[in-house]
Protein backbone atom coordinates (compact mmCIF):
# COMPACT_ATOMS: atom_id res chain seq x y z
CA UNK A 1 0.00 0.00 0.00
CA UNK A 2 1.21 3.01 -1.26
CA UNK A 3 1.25 6.60 0.70
CA UNK A 4 2.38 10.20 0.21
CA UNK A 5 3.05 13.58 1.61
CA UNK A 6 4.81 16.52 0.93
CA UNK A 7 8.13 18.09 2.71
CA UNK A 8 8.00 21.52 4.13
CA UNK A 9 9.38 22.94 6.77
CA UNK A 10 7.79 25.07 8.90
CA UNK A 11 9.53 28.23 8.85
CA UNK A 12 8.91 27.85 4.95
CA UNK A 13 5.19 28.80 5.64
CA UNK A 14 3.82 32.65 4.87
CA UNK A 15 4.54 34.53 7.95
CA UNK A 16 3.12 37.50 9.47
CA UNK A 17 6.47 38.48 11.33
CA UNK A 18 9.09 37.01 9.22
CA UNK A 19 9.57 33.28 9.04
CA UNK A 20 6.23 30.44 9.33
CA UNK A 21 5.21 29.64 12.78
CA UNK A 22 2.58 26.76 14.06
CA UNK A 23 0.16 29.62 13.98
CA UNK A 24 -2.70 30.02 11.26
CA UNK A 25 -1.05 29.25 8.37
CA UNK A 26 0.31 25.64 9.54
CA UNK A 27 -3.32 24.76 10.20
CA UNK A 28 -3.97 25.95 6.44
CA UNK A 29 -1.60 24.05 5.54
CA UNK A 30 -3.04 20.64 7.03
CA UNK A 31 -6.20 21.54 5.26
CA UNK A 32 -4.39 22.04 2.18
CA UNK A 33 -2.61 18.63 2.47
CA UNK A 34 -6.01 17.10 3.53
CA UNK A 35 -7.50 18.39 0.25
CA UNK A 36 -4.88 16.98 -1.79
CA UNK A 37 -5.40 13.57 -0.47
CA UNK A 38 -1.86 13.86 0.82
CA UNK A 39 -1.13 11.61 4.47
CA UNK A 40 1.92 13.22 5.69
CA UNK A 41 3.56 16.38 6.90
CA UNK A 42 7.17 15.84 6.58
CA UNK A 43 9.58 18.92 8.47
CA UNK A 44 13.25 19.39 9.12
CA UNK A 45 14.25 19.44 12.71
CA UNK A 46 12.22 21.61 15.22
CA UNK A 47 15.20 21.98 17.87
CA UNK A 48 15.97 26.03 18.63
CA UNK A 49 18.73 27.08 16.27
CA UNK A 50 22.14 28.33 17.08
CA UNK A 51 25.00 30.15 14.72
CA UNK A 52 24.13 29.95 11.33
CA UNK A 53 20.22 29.23 11.76
CA UNK A 54 20.33 25.66 10.57
CA UNK A 55 17.93 23.01 11.81
CA UNK A 56 21.10 20.59 11.73
CA UNK A 57 22.70 22.49 14.25
CA UNK A 58 20.72 22.99 17.95
CA UNK A 59 21.39 24.07 21.44
CA UNK A 60 19.17 21.09 22.45
CA UNK A 61 17.97 17.95 21.28
CA UNK A 62 14.74 17.92 22.94
CA UNK A 63 13.96 21.70 22.98
CA UNK A 64 11.36 23.56 20.32
CA UNK A 65 12.48 26.75 18.31
CA UNK A 66 11.43 29.59 20.53
CA UNK A 67 11.45 31.48 16.61
CA UNK A 68 8.88 28.90 15.05
CA UNK A 69 5.88 30.28 18.23
CA UNK A 70 3.33 32.09 16.73
CA UNK A 71 2.82 35.37 18.54
CA UNK A 72 -0.71 36.26 16.76
CA UNK A 73 -1.87 33.14 19.46
CA UNK A 74 -0.48 34.74 22.12
CA UNK A 75 -1.47 38.16 21.38
CA UNK A 76 -5.32 35.87 21.53
CA UNK A 77 -4.38 35.15 24.92
CA UNK A 78 -3.82 38.02 26.27
CA UNK A 79 0.51 37.75 26.81
CA UNK A 80 1.20 40.18 24.34
CA UNK A 81 -0.23 43.34 23.37
CA UNK A 82 -1.29 43.78 19.98
CA UNK A 83 0.06 47.38 19.98
CA UNK A 84 3.48 46.34 21.35
CA UNK A 85 6.18 48.71 19.68
CA UNK A 86 8.48 45.29 19.17
CA UNK A 87 5.30 43.34 17.59
CA UNK A 88 5.48 46.22 14.88
CA UNK A 89 9.30 46.19 14.12
CA UNK A 90 8.65 42.38 13.03
CA UNK A 91 5.76 43.12 11.01
CA UNK A 92 7.48 45.16 9.02
CA UNK A 93 8.10 43.97 5.76
CA UNK A 94 11.66 43.35 4.17
CA UNK A 95 13.00 42.00 0.84
CA UNK A 96 14.59 38.97 3.18
CA UNK A 97 14.14 37.43 6.41
CA UNK A 98 16.31 39.01 8.85
CA UNK A 99 17.08 36.51 12.06
CA UNK A 100 19.12 38.76 13.24
CA UNK A 101 16.08 40.90 14.16
CA UNK A 102 13.29 38.36 14.82
CA UNK A 103 15.91 36.07 16.90
CA UNK A 104 16.37 39.48 19.01
CA UNK A 105 12.60 40.88 19.01
CA UNK A 106 10.88 37.50 19.31
CA UNK A 107 12.91 36.83 22.38
CA UNK A 108 11.98 40.24 23.85
CA UNK A 109 8.43 39.64 23.00
CA UNK A 110 8.32 36.01 24.57
CA UNK A 111 10.07 37.12 27.86
CA UNK A 112 6.95 40.05 27.93
CA UNK A 113 4.64 37.22 27.94
CA UNK A 114 6.21 34.91 30.12
CA UNK A 115 5.94 37.70 32.57
CA UNK A 116 2.32 38.18 31.67
CA UNK A 117 1.92 34.59 32.25
CA UNK A 118 2.93 34.44 35.89
CA UNK A 119 1.12 37.66 36.62
CA UNK A 120 -2.22 36.40 35.37
CA UNK A 121 -2.26 32.37 34.98
CA UNK A 122 -5.03 30.78 36.49
CA UNK A 123 -4.75 27.37 38.47
CA UNK A 124 -5.62 25.41 35.36
CA UNK A 125 -2.94 27.06 33.47
CA UNK A 126 -0.59 26.51 36.29
CA UNK A 127 -1.96 23.16 36.58
CA UNK A 128 -0.66 22.74 32.87
CA UNK A 129 2.34 24.21 33.19
CA UNK A 130 3.80 22.21 36.47
CA UNK A 131 2.73 19.41 34.33
CA UNK A 132 5.01 20.35 31.42
CA UNK A 133 7.47 20.95 33.58
CA UNK A 134 7.78 17.66 35.88
CA UNK A 135 7.19 15.37 32.61
CA UNK A 136 10.11 17.14 30.94
CA UNK A 137 12.88 18.29 33.76
CA UNK A 138 14.85 15.68 32.57
CA UNK A 139 16.20 17.83 29.99
CA UNK A 140 14.79 21.09 30.57
CA UNK A 141 16.90 22.07 33.60
CA UNK A 142 19.74 22.00 31.48
CA UNK A 143 18.51 23.59 28.57
CA UNK A 144 16.96 26.52 30.73
CA UNK A 145 20.29 26.89 32.74
CA UNK A 146 21.98 26.35 29.70
CA UNK A 147 19.96 29.47 27.49
CA UNK A 148 20.42 31.55 30.61
CA UNK A 149 23.99 30.99 30.63
CA UNK A 150 24.56 31.65 27.35
CA UNK A 151 22.70 35.05 27.58
CA UNK A 152 24.71 36.07 30.39
CA UNK A 153 28.09 35.17 28.78
CA UNK A 154 27.23 37.40 25.48
CA UNK A 155 26.19 34.24 23.28
CA UNK A 156 29.89 32.65 23.18
CA UNK A 157 30.14 29.07 22.83
CA UNK A 158 29.72 27.69 26.29
CA UNK A 159 33.57 25.95 25.86
CA UNK A 160 34.61 29.70 26.17
CA UNK A 161 32.60 30.22 29.50
CA UNK A 162 34.38 30.64 33.10
CA UNK A 163 36.19 27.21 33.52
CA UNK A 164 33.90 26.80 36.91
CA UNK A 165 30.49 26.65 35.35
CA UNK A 166 31.78 25.67 31.80
CA UNK A 167 33.36 22.05 33.81
CA UNK A 168 29.89 22.45 35.46
CA UNK A 169 31.54 22.60 39.07
CA UNK A 170 28.58 21.82 41.93
CA UNK A 171 28.77 25.16 43.77
CA UNK A 172 28.58 27.36 40.22
CA UNK A 173 26.30 25.22 39.29
CA UNK A 174 23.82 26.51 42.15
CA UNK A 175 25.70 29.79 41.83
CA UNK A 176 24.10 30.77 38.88
CA UNK A 177 21.41 29.08 39.34
CA UNK A 178 20.33 31.29 41.78
CA UNK A 179 21.45 33.76 40.27
CA UNK A 180 19.63 33.86 36.73
CA UNK A 181 16.60 31.86 38.29
CA UNK A 182 14.51 34.76 36.41
CA UNK A 183 15.97 34.40 32.87
CA UNK A 184 15.62 30.15 33.69
CA UNK A 185 12.10 30.82 34.66
CA UNK A 186 11.40 32.34 30.75
CA UNK A 187 13.39 29.76 29.04
CA UNK A 188 11.42 26.89 30.61
CA UNK A 189 7.80 28.92 30.22
CA UNK A 190 8.96 29.41 26.54
CA UNK A 191 9.34 25.54 25.49
CA UNK A 192 6.12 25.25 27.67
CA UNK A 193 4.14 27.86 24.99
CA UNK A 194 6.10 25.85 22.13
CA UNK A 195 5.07 22.58 22.77
CA UNK A 196 1.74 23.74 23.74
CA UNK A 197 1.73 25.08 20.32
CA UNK A 198 3.02 21.81 18.54
CA UNK A 199 0.87 19.34 20.38
CA UNK A 200 -1.94 22.02 19.13
CA UNK A 201 -1.25 21.91 15.88
CA UNK A 202 -0.26 18.07 15.75
CA UNK A 203 -3.80 16.58 16.94
CA UNK A 204 -5.60 18.91 14.39
CA UNK A 205 -3.38 17.51 11.70
CA UNK A 206 -3.69 13.85 12.93
CA UNK A 207 -7.80 14.22 13.15
CA UNK A 208 -7.74 15.79 9.57
CA UNK A 209 -5.61 12.09 8.97
CA UNK A 210 -2.30 14.02 8.35
CA UNK A 211 1.12 12.19 10.19
CA UNK A 212 3.83 14.67 11.29
CA UNK A 213 7.03 12.84 9.73
CA UNK A 214 9.55 14.79 12.29
CA UNK A 215 13.49 14.28 11.34
CA UNK A 216 16.39 13.35 14.18
CA UNK A 217 19.81 14.17 13.76
CA UNK A 218 21.95 11.93 14.73
CA UNK A 219 24.39 14.16 16.21
CA UNK A 220 24.23 16.98 18.05
CA UNK A 221 25.82 20.70 17.79
CA UNK A 222 28.85 20.85 19.93
CA UNK A 223 27.58 24.34 21.12
CA UNK A 224 24.58 22.03 22.94
CA UNK A 225 22.83 21.87 26.43
CA UNK A 226 23.24 17.84 25.32
CA UNK A 227 27.31 18.09 25.34
CA UNK A 228 27.65 20.66 27.96
CA UNK A 229 25.28 17.98 30.78
CA UNK A 230 26.93 14.97 29.60
CA UNK A 231 30.02 15.62 28.58
CA UNK A 232 31.48 11.76 29.33
CA UNK A 233 29.38 10.58 26.30
CA UNK A 234 31.38 12.17 23.75
CA UNK A 235 35.00 12.10 21.92
CA UNK A 236 36.23 15.13 24.34
CA UNK A 237 39.03 15.64 26.36
CA UNK A 238 39.52 16.50 29.86
CA UNK A 239 39.05 20.14 29.57
CA UNK A 240 35.79 19.01 27.15
CA UNK A 241 37.33 20.04 24.09
CA UNK A 242 36.15 17.74 21.34
CA UNK A 243 39.27 15.03 20.68
CA UNK A 244 37.44 13.64 17.30
CA UNK A 245 34.59 15.29 14.98
CA UNK A 246 31.78 14.03 12.56
CA UNK A 247 31.99 14.47 9.03
CA UNK A 248 32.45 12.63 5.24
CA UNK A 249 35.14 11.29 3.55
CA UNK A 250 36.20 12.73 0.45
CA UNK A 251 34.17 12.03 -3.07
CA UNK A 252 32.87 12.68 -6.48
CA UNK A 253 30.96 15.90 -5.21
CA UNK A 254 33.64 17.03 -2.58
CA UNK A 255 37.38 16.15 -2.89
CA UNK A 256 38.08 17.36 0.63
CA UNK A 257 35.11 16.13 1.85
CA UNK A 258 32.40 16.89 4.64
CA UNK A 259 33.68 18.44 7.95
CA UNK A 260 30.38 18.71 9.93
CA UNK A 261 32.40 19.79 13.48
CA UNK A 262 29.95 17.61 15.55
CA UNK A 263 31.78 15.75 18.35
CA UNK A 264 31.32 12.18 17.96
CA UNK A 265 29.91 9.78 20.32
CA UNK A 266 31.97 7.93 23.00
CA UNK A 267 30.00 4.58 22.23
CA UNK A 268 31.78 2.27 24.36
CA UNK A 269 30.74 4.61 27.27
CA UNK A 270 27.14 4.76 26.26
CA UNK A 271 27.31 0.88 25.94
CA UNK A 272 27.76 0.85 29.47
CA UNK A 273 24.29 2.22 30.51
CA UNK A 274 22.95 0.10 27.74
CA UNK A 275 22.55 3.56 25.79
CA UNK A 276 20.38 5.09 28.03
CA UNK A 277 20.95 8.29 26.27
CA UNK A 278 19.71 7.51 22.75
CA UNK A 279 16.97 5.23 24.25
CA UNK A 280 15.82 8.19 25.52
CA UNK A 281 16.35 10.60 22.62
CA UNK A 282 14.29 8.11 20.86
CA UNK A 283 11.11 7.82 23.24
CA UNK A 284 10.77 11.00 23.20
CA UNK A 285 10.73 11.65 19.40
CA UNK A 286 8.10 9.27 19.35
CA UNK A 287 5.92 11.24 21.29
CA UNK A 288 6.09 13.98 19.14
CA UNK A 289 6.08 12.98 16.00
CA UNK A 290 3.88 9.97 14.31
CA UNK A 291 7.60 8.90 11.78
CA UNK A 292 11.07 9.74 12.47
CA UNK A 293 13.68 10.08 9.97
CA UNK A 294 17.00 9.46 11.77
CA UNK A 295 19.38 11.86 9.36
CA UNK A 296 22.71 9.83 8.58
CA UNK A 297 21.72 6.39 10.62
CA UNK A 298 24.39 4.86 8.62
CA UNK A 299 26.68 6.20 11.39
CA UNK A 300 25.17 3.74 13.72
CA UNK A 301 27.07 0.87 11.34
CA UNK A 302 30.20 2.87 10.69
CA UNK A 303 31.07 6.58 11.31
CA UNK A 304 34.14 8.80 10.17
CA UNK A 305 36.16 10.23 12.51
CA UNK A 306 38.07 13.17 11.45
CA UNK A 307 40.38 14.50 14.38
CA UNK A 308 39.57 18.09 16.10
CA UNK A 309 41.03 20.97 14.60
CA UNK A 310 41.82 19.45 10.86
CA UNK A 311 40.57 22.05 8.45
CA UNK A 312 38.79 19.71 5.86
CA UNK A 313 37.67 15.98 6.13
CA UNK A 314 40.61 14.67 4.36
CA UNK A 315 42.77 12.39 7.02
CA UNK A 316 40.13 10.85 8.63
CA UNK A 317 38.84 7.28 9.31
CA UNK A 318 35.76 5.02 9.34
CA UNK A 319 35.73 3.24 12.47
CA UNK A 320 32.61 0.79 13.77
CA UNK A 321 29.56 1.95 15.21
CA UNK A 322 27.38 0.15 17.65
CA UNK A 323 25.39 -1.64 15.22
CA UNK A 324 22.76 -4.43 16.59
CA UNK A 325 24.06 -3.46 20.07
CA UNK A 326 22.20 -0.15 20.21
CA UNK A 327 19.37 -1.27 17.70
CA UNK A 328 17.96 -4.15 19.44
Request: negative net charge; contains cysteine; hydrophobic residues 40%.
Amino acid sequence: MHSCGILLHITSLPGKYGIGTLGENAYKFVDFLKAGGQEYWQILPIGPTGYGDSPYQSYSAYAGNPLLIDLDLLVREGLISSTDHDLAVLAQKKDFEDYAQLFTYKNILLHKACTAFFEKASVAQLSAYNAFYYDNKFWLNDYALFMALKYHFGHVMWTEWEDDIRLRKEEAVKEYSEKLEKEIKCWKFIQFMFFRQYHSLKAYANKRGIKIYGDMPIYVSMDSSDIWANPELFMLDKDCRPVKVAGCPPDAFSPTGQLWGNPLYNWDKMELDGFKWWVSRVEYSSKLFDLTRIDHFRGFSGYYSIPAGNINAVEGEWKEGPGKDLIT
